[in-house]
C-alpha cells in the first residue's frame, strides 16, 4: 500500500502542479474512494483537483456526486480505482498506480 507521501508525489509528477480536469495551474489532492470509506493513497485513487472541497473542481466533484461518479471522479465501494475510468480532456482513461496514465486498452 502505498503512503500519503509517495502517493502525493506520483500525483505531483503525474500532473505536474495542474488540475487534472481542467488544467488551472494549483491543484489539491483528491480521493477518489473516500479515506472513510476505505480510500487508500495509491496513485490511481488520487487526482489532483483545482479548488477546495467546495470551490473549483474539487468543489464540483464534491457537490455533483451522482455526474462526478458518472465520469469516474467517485468510486463507490467495491469499485477498483486502478480498474476504473476517469474522463479528463474528453477521453476515458486508467490511473495506473506507478503515477501514469493508462488506456482503458492497456489494463
Given at each position: 500500500m502505498t503512503t500519503a507521501v509517495e502517493g502525493r508525489r506520483l500525483v505531483e509528477t503525474r500532473c505536474g502542479g495542474r488540475c487534472e480536469?481542467?488544467?488551472t495551474a494549483g491543484?489539491?489532492?483528491h480521493h477518489?474512494?473516500?479515506r472513510s470509506q476505505g480510500g487508500s493513497w495509491d496513485a490511481s485513487n488520487l487526482l489532483a483537483l483545482?479548488?477546495?472541497g467546495t470551490t473549483g473542481c474539487h468543489g464540483?466533484?464534491?457537490a455533483h456526486p451522482k455526474a462526478a461518479h458518472e465520469q469516474g471522479?467517485?468510486?463507490y465501494e467495491g469499485e477498483p480505482s486502478d480498474a476504473t475510468a476517469v474522463r479528463l480532456w474528453g477521453r476515458e482513461v486508467l490511473l495506473g498506480n506507478n503515477g501514469r496514465y493508462l488506456s482503458p486498452a492497456d489494463n
Open positions: 480536469r481542467c488544467g491543484y489539491t489532492v477518489r474512494r473516500k483545482c479548488g477546495s464540483w466533484v464534491e471522479f467517485w468510486l
